[in-house]
């Protein structure tokens, strides 16, 4: 029997020496692997705080050899992690932990309490049992997670070319999880999407695995937590491939902080078995368009990025994403026809709506278009006018913030100094 590491003996208590209770901590705990259909499904049950939930990963049943133990609690950890830090409540797990997994899951609490200490909290972890996955014979390859949208697109498609140099990574599979931004009970949508990625796949020999998962169930922000319910997912295949591949939304010099995946917290979610990794961040979502469009174009006119259509499964056009990204074909003269319902206009980009974060992808955009395209181009003049409108109402909005704050406080001390002021004049 191996010794247990030094740094692990205080595990399975908190550091006041105080055992697991209902009072300080959360709970999760294993079930039987169970098997529906040509499905098996593994289960947690996560009790304490304000939950009681039985969470649970469905795997398609050709995937059993290569499944975690039923009491393997990696992906259940990283599930309910954020949730725990948010109600200070220590995390017990009634089952086997990696070491590996928790050197980094210890730094990447310092991360969120660092960037949100009002709504994060260190917390401890403690476990039944330590011990790493035991990798199978020939494991190697890479898991990458797939949507079928942009950046999960040009990861697989620029390391399967061989275009990433010596980070070049061979892409073996992958992993579509049902249940993050399409609804579990969206059935429909769900098989229409995994058709449009197989698609997108069909000549390369990647195999695609869905996973459905009910893990957002658990009370935590989701753009916060969704990197770590994809990390979840893609630890169920830690003893089958060397690497977990995370398409970054953002370039290195776009990045937006707090987020729930990042270049600094994406490799954090890794074991001694499965090394996760956020890739390509030294592009923008302009470049990565434009190399789709000369390396795999017919896989890139099947690209599904809308998540606020009423058909999922297809582009709206008429969203904030689909506007960007039918921006992003515009720049790099690729047509939009195929892959969007609708056409690009002068009046679905001029009177686009878009967040601070998302303001910074049309400063891209407009950045892109000044060199490529005419200042006359009718489309440039009308991203232009979006940039400026949206900059203005930003500030606007920021100022309004500051300014009724101490409005308030004025006309409270106002009305709190009328009555002194009659009795003065009596
Ligand atoms: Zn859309």
């Given at each position: ?13 908190s ?5 697991p209770?209902p009072?300080t901590h959360l709970f999760l ?15 947690w049950?996560l009790d304490g705080g304000d939950v009681?939930h039985?969470l ?17 609690a990696?992906?259940a950890l990283c599930a309910a992690l954020l949730y725990a830090m948010s109600c200070k409540k220590h995390v017990h797990c ?11 899951l210890?730094?990447l609490q310092?991360?969120w309490a ?5 709504k994060y909290s260190r917390i401890q972890i403690s ?88 893990a957002?169930?658990v009370p935590q922000l989701?753009?916060d937590a969704?990197?770590l ?198």
């Amino acid at each position: 029997m191996p010794q247990e590491p030094q740094s692990l003996r205080h595990f399975g208590r908190s550091p006041k020496g105080i055992e697991p209770s209902p009072r300080t901590h959360l709970f999760l705990r294993p079930r039987e692997l169970s098997r529906q259909d040509s499905s098996s499904i593994l289960r947690w049950d996560l009790d304490g705080g304000d939950v009681n939930h039985s969470l649970y990963w469905t795997v398609p049943s050709e995937f059993d050899q290569i499944l975690p133990d039923a009491d393997r609690a990696d992906h259940a950890l990283c599930a309910a992690l954020l949730y725990a830090m948010s109600c200070k409540k220590h995390v017990h797990c009634e089952g086997v932990l990696s070491p590996s997994l928790l050197e980094g899951l210890e730094e990447l609490q310092s991360v969120w309490a660092k960037w949100c200490p009002q709504k994060y909290s260190r917390i401890q972890i403690s476990a039944e049992r330590y011990s790493d996955v035991e990798k199978r014979t020939g494991a190697a390859g890479t898991l990458v997670a797939f949507s079928g949208g942009v950046d999960s697109l040009f990861s697989t498609f620029r390391h399967r070319t061989g275009e990433a140099g010596f980070g070049t990574k061979s892409i073996e599979a992958a992993l579509m999880v049902h249940g993050m931004d399409i609804p579990l009970q969206d059935q429909g949508t769900f098989a229409a999407a995994l058709e449009r990625s197989r698609k997108q796949l069909e000549k390369t020999g990647i195999s695609l695995i869905p996973v459905a998962t009910n893990a957002r169930l658990v009370p935590q922000l989701w753009e916060d937590a969704f990197g770590l319910i994809l990390g979840s997912c893609l630890l169920m295949f830690q003893k089958r491939y060397q690497y977990a591949m995370n398409g970054s939304e953002e370039a290195y010099d776009q990045l937006c902080i707090p987020w729930g995946a990042t270049p600094i917290t994406t490799p954090l979610v890794s074991t001694s078995s499965m090394r996760s990794i956020e890739d390509g961040g030294g592009f923008n979502r302009t470049e990565k368009v434009g190399w789709l469009g000369n390396h795999c174009r017919e896989a890139l006119f099947h690209v599904r990025v809308c998540w606020a259509g009423k058909q999922l499964y297809k582009n709206c056009g008429k969203c904030e994403k689909c506007i960007r990204t039918m921006l992003n074909f515009w720049v790099n003269d690729l047509p939009c026809d195929q892959t969007f319902d609708g056409d690009l206009s002068v009046a679905i980009v001029r009177d686009v709506r878009v967040s601070l974060v998302q303001l910074a992808f049309l400063r891209e955009l407009e950045a892109a278009a000044t060199h490529k395209k005419g200042r006359r181009d009718p489309i440039f003049r009308a991203l232009r006018s979006a940039v400026r409108k949206n900059s203005f109402r930003m500030r606007w909005e920021a100022l309004r913030e500051k300014i009724s704050p101490s409005n308030s406080v004025l006309l409270k001390t106002a009305v709190r100094a009328v009555p002194k002021f009659r009795e003065s004049f009596r």
